[in-house]
């Protein structure tokens, strides 16, 4: 499912709402430093063919083509989301991109918000960080408690070090929102009492502004992957709700 587009949609997200797509990375291939089991895009493997990246000005004249054109039309925008095929950080320079679209925003779009869907493995870089912090919704993944387990669902590159993430997710003050991928395969359960209290322990140290708590939905490249039921998350995330926490569930 890779993008074709820099600036793709509007789609409907059951997350986001209306929202309008910006791919930071090849059109005809991916780049991801995880590998996850769940991707939508595929393997990392095999989205090899295409290493181009758009530069600063490609996003900004193909957001601006866009962003007239659904205004003309009438077209809702409620999101801004940079998702695309594999991880938008790694674009060498997604910090001045960010500057690019929160300027259209404001000029074009202004009842947008704009989010950026990311693994969260580089919020250990400032100015990576920095850019995160500018936006409305920065949506950091953590589908793990453990490195153990985060090695069998996201498949990290060579270095990724969950601790590392979460000191500096911290930074952050709370002013992010956690995103979490809940399912079972052959060899792990997201369910398991263990992993369960992990990740509560997790989202209690960072204490961010809000949790989305989701399930597959979509076709995954691995296979014996299981989702979990709406009611099945609520009861996951019933103990952080019962302690003030902000909680949205996505379940089948």
Known sequence: MLREETVFGPIRSR???????????????????????????????DGRDDTALPSVEDVRSALERKLL?????GIPVDSITFSGDGEPTLHPRFPEIIDAVLALRDRLCPGAKVSVLSNATLVWKPAVR????????PILKIDAPTDALAARINRPAPGYNLR???????????????????????????????????????????????????????????????????AQIEAFVRPLRDEGFEVSVFGK
């Open 164 to 230: 590392r993430t979460i000191e500096a997710l911290k930074l952050f003050e709370g002013d992010f929102i956690l995103q979490t991928m809940f399912l079972s395969g052959p060899d792990f359960d997201s369910s398991a009492p263990e992993v369960l209290e992990g990740w509560r322990d997790l989202v209690r140290e960072l204490r961010p502004r809000a949790v989305m708590a989701y399930t597959l939905d979509r076709p995954a490249p691995a296979e014996g992957l299981r989702p979990f039921t709406t």
């Open 69 to 73: 054109q659904v205004r003309a039309d």
């Open 15 to 45: 997350r986001l709402g209306s929202s309008l797509g910006i791919n930071l990375l090849p059109v005809r291939g991916k780049l991801c430093n995880f590998d996850c089991i769940y991707c939508e895009c595929g393997w990392n493997r």
């Open 130 to 137: 920095d850019a995160l912090r500018k936006v409305d919704n």
